[in-house]
């Protein structure tokens, strides 16, 4: 890796950001909407591409909180590629992620922007003569944010996916505050997808806050991949946020125990 993209994920994410000047004008305000935004903790699963597993990895994370007594609020600002069942939309990430954390609320909360059209959320809606609603998908985590413990959120796509007209999934997590989880698939070509996402959200104005990978394994050890005996270790020495699990082939678990809540409770 070159010395420029070593050094920026070198700028831990976690670090602190400077202190604002107390006498600025606006500034307790704004440290009050703070705090009230993130009274409830949270963990912001991306992925480094669609298709990766962050339904599969968010929902074992969701069951895992659910075990441990926690009331889980799960949340998908948008989905796209929505099943029709009669004149409703359903999406089945929503369904799963709902499912797993006991059913709690509505589902209809879970993903309340839902569209037919398996691309990108803000191009399916234009198919539906319709708009993305770009403060529906910062407010609808409010629901969540109200009633549980802890809440955990599904992006789209990758960190970069446009999800609205003008946002990313990138200005959602910024917005919501919450530690990211980054789903990397266990495959050829993921230590690059990898270090692209990590340096996507330390190289923003406010660095996202990154709790670490989760190393997934998309299809089974012996399809003839050898990068996936690899990947693991070259995430962990390349990588500044830690590999935190991993999630063999349809595997009902991770490899071993992980204390989310701490992790969630980090930034
Ligand atoms: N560890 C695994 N073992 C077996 N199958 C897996 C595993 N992880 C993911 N899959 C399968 O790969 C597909 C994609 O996984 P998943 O839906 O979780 O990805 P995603 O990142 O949430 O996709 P999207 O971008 O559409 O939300 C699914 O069919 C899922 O069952
Ligand atoms: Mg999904």
Redesign the pocket.
């Known amino acids: 890796m070159s010395g420029s993209a070593m050094s920026t994920l070198e700028l831990d994410p976690r670090r602190k950001t400077r202190r604002r000047n107390p006498r600025a004008r606006g500034h307790y305000l704004l440290r009050d909407v703070e705090r009230r935004a993130r009274a409830t903790c949270g963990l912001f699963v991306v992925?480094t591409d669609?298709?990766?597993?962050?339904?599969?990895?968010?929902a074992l994370i969701v069951a895992a909180l659910a075990r441990a007594g926690l009331r889980v609020g799960v949340y998908k600002p948008a989905a796209s590629?929505c099943r029709r069942v009669g004149k409703a939309l359903v999406s089945d990430?929503a369904l799963a992620l709902w499912k797993a954390a006991g059913e709690p609320g509505q589902l209809r909360a879970v993903c309340p922007q839902r569209f037919a059209a398996p691309i990108a959320p803000h191009l399916a809606a234009r198919e539906e003569r319709k708009e993305i609603n770009a403060r529906l998908l910062r407010s609808g985590i409010d629901y969540w944010r109200k009633r549980s413990d802890i809440v955990i959120v599904?992006g789209?796509?990758g960190l970069m996916s446009p999800v609205g007209e003008r946002d990313y999934v990138a200005d959602l997590a910024e917005q919501f505050g919450f530690p990211l989880v980054v789903?990397a698939p266990n495959r050829i070509g993921t230590i690059n997808s990898t270090l692209l996402t990590l340096i996507a959200a330390a190289a923003r104005p406010k660095p996202l806050p990154i709790a670490g990978i989760v190393l997934?394994?998309?299809f089974p050890r012996d399809n003839g991949d050898p990068a996936v005996h690899f990947n693991r270790m070259e995430l962990e020495t390349r990588c500044v946020p830690p590999v935190l699990a991993h999630?063999?082939?349809?595997?009902s678990d991770f490899d071993a125990p992980v204390d989310w809540v701490r992790i969630a409770t980090l930034s």
């Open positions: 992925g669609t298709g990766v597993g962050k339904t599969r990895v968010a590629g990430d599904e789209a796509g789903v997934n394994d998309v999630l063999a082939f349809e595997a």
